[in-house]
């Protein structure tokens, strides 16, 4: 029998009047924030027609220089880069940005309230491949005054103290997911329209997931303990998904429940993915969604960061695995 669809529901609004109506849920919102967001929400429209037609503008393959990580930039990294940076810079709600493509703080605005750190093209490597990846984001408010010189510990603030964060995922759909701490919803993207529109709202993460998600090449390179981690994993018949892209094999386990592993490694001491611009804005989305988000010591929005670049360990899903692996590897 035919049902009739709830209207009530707010599936179907669109990306920029839902943040109006997010706004309207705080007295004293003043609109910068729904700003900012409607302004990466464009450039990351705007990178996603980039992405669709890579193949065929020549924007695959490598750049030819490194980034401060030290890692091959790939030519969409560099156009991800600068399509932020120009949103961003257009919109003018940003006094500061910190980009995984940049060594240094890029001054925006002085006179704007917010800070951005963000990885613009995450999981570049799979660019050539037509593998999904992302774009993530964490938006900080600044400690130091308005029209004042942004200072490094106006950046230096712990993921707890994000007052946004959200990623876009460049899959089968584009999908942008964020969160202003009340809650994460979902929207994907309309190509045709060229509109993000709700389509997973309040998003939650099961306690009990059935994934598991870590590089299985390490294996040799893992302690005994996270090995006795990953059996149990296997013991338990849960699945193994591994795509290499950090937004998919986390939005993947957050819709269907799971763990996603990226240890310290001999090669990677203190983990490989970025605790500002990585870790952090994800770690406060899946928090938001009942998950739980570790170093495999401490809760990753607890940590102090040292350092604009500064890369952790990340262990990230539903609570009852990520408790269960931290358990085994204490
Ligand atoms: P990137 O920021 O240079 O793209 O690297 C981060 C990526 C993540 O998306 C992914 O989870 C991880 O690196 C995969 O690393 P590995 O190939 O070592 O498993
Ligand atoms: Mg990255």
């Not at 999908?175 to 997973?200: A, D, K, R, W």
């Not at 090449?217 to 290499?244: I, P």
Request: charged share 20%.
């Amino acid at each position: 029998m035919a049902t009739t669809p709830d209207l009530g529901k707010p599936v179907g609004v669109t990306l920029d009047r839902f943040i109006k109506r997010d706004q309207d849920s705080f007295p004293y919102a003043t609109g910068e924030l729904s700003q900012l967001l409607r302004d990466i929400g464009l450039a990351s429209k705007i990178l996603n027609r980039e992405i669709t037609r890579s193949g065929l503008l020549n924007l695959e393959g490598a750049f030819g220089a490194e980034n401060v990580q030290g890692e091959a930039q790939q030519k969409l990294d560099v156009v991800a880069n600068i399509r932020f940076k120009r949103a961003l810079t257009n919109g003018g709600q940003v006094c500061a940005l910190v980009s995984e493509e940049e060594p240094d703080l890029i001054t925006i605005n002085p006179d704007a309230n917010y800070l951005v750190a963000m990885d613009p093209l995450d999981g570049s490597s799979n660019i050539d491949v037509n593998v999904s990846i992302g774009t993530i984001f964490s938006i900080y408010r600044r400690k130091s005054k308005k029209g004042s010189q942004v200072t490094k510990e106006d950046v230096l603030q712990p993921g707890r103290d994000q007052v946004a964060a959200g990623y876009v995922l460049y899959g089968s759909s584009t999908m942008l997911v964020y969160t202003t701490g009340q809650g994460v919803n979902g929207f994907t993207h309309g190509p045709t329209i060229g509109e993000f529109f709700l389509s997973h709202p309040n998003i939650k993460c099961t306690p009990d997931g059935t994934i598991y998600s870590i590089n299985d090449g390490y294996w040799n390179e893992m302690t005994d303990e996270l090995r006795s981690f990953v059996e149990y994993c296997r013991s338990q018949k849960l699945t193994a998904r591994y795509a290499g892209s950090l937004v998919t094999d986390v939005h993947r386990n957050l819709l269907k429940g799971g763990i996603y592993i990226y240890p310290a490694l001999p090669k990677h001491p203190d983990g490989k993915l970025r605790l500002l611009y990585e870790a952090n804005a994800l770690a406060m989305i899946v928090e938001q969604t009942g998950g739980k988000a570790s170093d495999g010591k401490q809760r990753i929005l607890d940590i102090l960061p040292k350092e604009f670049h500064q890369r952790t360990p990340l262990f990230i899903g539903s609570a009852n695995l990520v408790d269960k692996c931290l358990e085994m590897i204490s």
